[in-house]
């Protein structure tokens, strides 16, 4: 099982040349890499590849997965809880074919990760050949960078560059196609970790002068308001975010993919913008003189109409990747580079200030929303079960200090809006793709990243039931981690839009529902079911208390809606409470 | 901005990989933009491909464009020009049947007044080439049209760009 433990440079070894087979050299490669798990599923086209594994079972631990997208979930939520690169394996066709999803779900929301395919021999290529498909063309608009080999000598430097792109700049998934002749093939093996590549800048160089002016029209601001997102956490520039924000007294907003950077409990921490974020925020992106997007992308979710989004105000862009300065809000400041050296550069230049009034602005809009939403939601009157109040319930149990791992849904939304974070990295979670059967696998690969950490899965009954089979790896690898099912026997954010765009009209979104406490234990994973409100405190301290994987299902208020909400083609400001 | 459609001439410096046309014109795929003509050559630099792709679009659109080509791992450097800021030709071959060239004078002298030049003559059929802008081909095919064409097929557009495009200081840059 993995750790946390980060492998630098420098420490990379470089192996000596030897005469060895292209599937060991894999296992190598990925051995120089630092990689120490792999999650995968094995075939004919990449059996080659599984016999070398299993000779170096004890050094490179290989997860069964129970489907391919599992393995590459599971990879995911390894890279995202610990910001190293997850590893996919899988064999040609239908075994490649099955990575898409999560690939997919990589590149949308960069997350670095090199998966490895099996391919038919080079002999047979385009021979339609069994299980032969053309996974370098499937795969090149959702991979970050993909590459096909025929020989084995071309795996050291081909490895080596598949982990230098996934991780440095803004991260990515990466694919790496080897036909199953040069997995066989004999060669000199030489590793050298890969530093730099002429065609690629990971990372553009700051300006200074363009640091200064963003500094200038933060200092001169009255209302100025931070909408943060993954890039913060992706660069590592958690402190230099908190020092920036604390000096500059500035009310800071985040996107799904960046919570958890700034603790849920920090002052100046005012909640998560977009379709179902906090009012005050939504609200006040309307109202704010200085918009500094650190490292976010501006994604229809979190702006609503763009038409009408943050007009009045002057937008700053911290970001690294050039091409999504100006994609969507145009910006009058862009500082682009990483993060961390960015905001560094930042916080000498920053007056120190509070925007006393400004803030209360805020907290009247934070009571709006209390007294509307948030406190039906975590102290309901009603006799349903909300799903606030079971996050709320593994809040207090795990002390803010799990990482929460959700699937996609009302739960989803519920999970990022409740769920307390002290830890940064601790919200894993479909942003982008939005993939339901995230949750499960993705879950596997954060605990196994991080053994010493809580890791609670929150997965809604439709999303569960598509990777569901994934029990069977949680059964067989005895991986500790806590499933919640938050169930309403429907496809509850799909049934909310029925409900409120379609005259409820529920077009396939009821669920007839299996036992699901039955088939957790049929994996002989142990699990309870709550159905009362009396019941649930004791559930989730059971659950939390346990050393084993728990499954905990909790049936809630069928028909319970998540809001605040922006409907689609809204205005942030006009993001609504019921 | 202009937010009118116009053409546009895109000139990529690339490394030489297998796939990478797919990747490049899976970028306008995705966006739904219908791709003029799309030429791959090699460049003035040793071992780097040059690419030249027109499309009709607005300036906000190409600007996009050009930064998620450049994003792509494999690519050096991208580039936009309008047509006055390149010196672009495209290249035209007809085939036509040899008897023509004897029995109608007129196609003689369309052939002397339009700088084209004969690549081969045999007994059944000659091969015209035609180099230029594209005005000047479409003049030339419309007058050789009435007399019957065998075959007619016109290349891609290539172009140079009357600014230097600094591209051989990055690479350099890397070497050092």
Redesign the interface.
């Known amino acids: 099982m993995g750790n946390t433990q980060t492998i630098t440079k420098d420490e990379k070894q470089v192996v000596t040349s030897t005469r060895i087979s292209g599937s060991e050299a894999v296992v190598r490669c990925l051995l120089a890499e630092g990689v120490e798990t792999v999650y995968g599923y094995p075939g004919g086209a990449i059996m080659p590849i599984y016999d070398e594994l299993y000779k170096y079972q004890d050094k490179l631990h290989h997860v069964l997965t129970r489907h391919e997208q599992g393995a590459t979930h599971a990879a995911q939520g390894f890279a995202r809880i610990s910001g190293k690169v997850g590893v996919a394996m899988a064999t040609s066709g239908p075994g490649a074919t099955n990575l898409i999803t999560g690939i997919a779900d990589a590149q949308i929301d960069s997350t670095p990760m090199v998966c490895i395919t099996g391919q038919v021999a080079s002999h047979l290529l385009g021979s339609d050949a069994f299980q032969e498909t053309d996974i370098?063309?499937i795969s090149?608009?959702v991979t970050?960078?993909?590459?096909?080999i025929t020989k084995a000598s071309e795996i050291p430097e081909v490895l080596a560059k598949a982990f230098y792109?996934a991780k440095s700049g803004r991260p990515g998934p990466v694919l790496i196609d080897i036909t199953k002749d040069a997995q066989f093939e004999e060669f000199d093996f030489e590793y050298k970790p890969c530093e730099?590549?002429?065609?690629?800048k990971p990372v553009p160089e700051t300006q200074p002068e363009q640091v200064k002016a963003a500094a200038d029209l933060i200092n001169s601001a009255k209302k100025p308001m931070i909408v943060w997102g993954q890039g913060v956490i992706l660069g590592e520039a958690e402190e230099e975010l908190k020092a920036v924000i604390e000096k500059a007294g500035i009310p800071s907003a985040w996107t799904i993919l960046g919570a958890s950077a700034i603790p849920t409990s920090h002052p100046l921490n005012i909640g998560m913008v977009g379709m179902h974020g906090n009012y005050a925020p939504n609200k006040l992106t309307n109202e704010c003189d200085v918009l500094i997007a650190i490292g976010m992308r501006f994604d229809d979710r979190v702006t609503g109409n763009l038409a009408t989004y943050a007009k009045q105000a002057k937008v700053i862009h911290f970001e690294i990747?050039?091409?999504e300065?100006?994609?969507n809000v145009k910006t009058d400041i862009a500082v682009l580079g990483d993060a961390k050296t960015s905001l560094a550069a930042l916080l000498p230049l920053l007056e120190a200030k509070s925007h006393d009034n400004w803030h209360n602005e805020f907290k009247k809009l934070y009571d709006v929303e209390f007294e509307k939403v948030i406190k039906n939601d975590l102290h309901p009157t009603k006799e349903g079960l909300t799903m606030g109040e079971v996050l709320k319930q593994i809040n207090t149990e795990t002390k803010g200090e799990a990482a929460i791992v959700s699937d996609v849904g009302q739960h989803q939304m519920i999970a990022c809006r409740y769920a307390d974070f002290k830890v940064s990295k601790s919200n894993i979670t479909s942003g982008g793709l939005g993939t339901m059967g995230f949750a499960l696998p993705a879950a596997i690969g954060a605990k196994m990243a991080a053994p010493n950490r809580e890791v609670v899965a929150i997965i809604g009954d439709g999303g569960y039931q598509m990777t569901i089979q994934e029990l069977g790896t949680i059964f067989q690898t005895r991986v500790p981690v806590k499933i919640v099912v938050l169930n309403n026997d429907f496809l509850g954010m799909v049934r909310q839009w029925q409900q409120l765009f379609f005259d409820r009209r529920y077009a396939s979104t009821e669920l007839v529902n299996p036992d699901f406490v039955q088939i957790a234990k049929g994996y002989h994973i142990d699990a309870k079911r709550v159905t009362k409100r009396e019941e649930l405190a004791d559930a989730v301290k059971e659950m939390i208390a346990s050393d084993s994987a728990y499954f905990l299902e909790v049936c809630v208020e069928k028909e319970d809606n998540v809001f605040p909400m922006i409907p689609t083609g809204a205005s942030v400001s006009d993001v609504r409470l019921s | 901005m202009s937010q009118e459609n116009q053409i546009y001439t895109v000139s990529i410096y690339t490394e030489n990989n297998i796939g990478l046309l797919n990747r490049i014109s899976a970028i306008f795929q995705r966006r739904h933009i219908n791709i003029e003509s799309i030429v791959s050559s090699v460049s003035e630099i040793k071992g780097v491909s040059r690419w030249t792709i027109v499309v009709k679009v607005t300036e906000e659109q190409i600007k996009k464009i050009i930064g998620q080509i450049e994003k792509q791992v494999e690519v050096i450097k991208a580039f936009y020009h309008t047509d006055d800021e390149t010196i672009h030709q495209e290249s035209c071959l007809f085939k036509i049947k040899s008897d023509l060239l004897f029995d109608e004078r007129q196609i003689q002298n369309i052939i002397k007044d339009s700088n084209a030049n004969i690549v081969t003559v045999n007994k059944k059929f000659f091969v015209l080439e035609k180099s230029g802008r594209r005005q000047e081909l479409d003049e030339l095919h419309q007058k050789l049209k009435p007399f019957g064409i065998m075959q007619f097929v016109r290349s891609g557009r290539i172009a140079v760009t009357k600014d230097e495009m600094k591209i051989s200081e990055m690479l350099l840059a890397f070497k050092n």
């Open positions: 370098i063309g090149t608009p970050k960078w993909n590459h096909q792109i730099a590549i002429r065609s690629y990747d050039p091409a300065v100006d994609k």
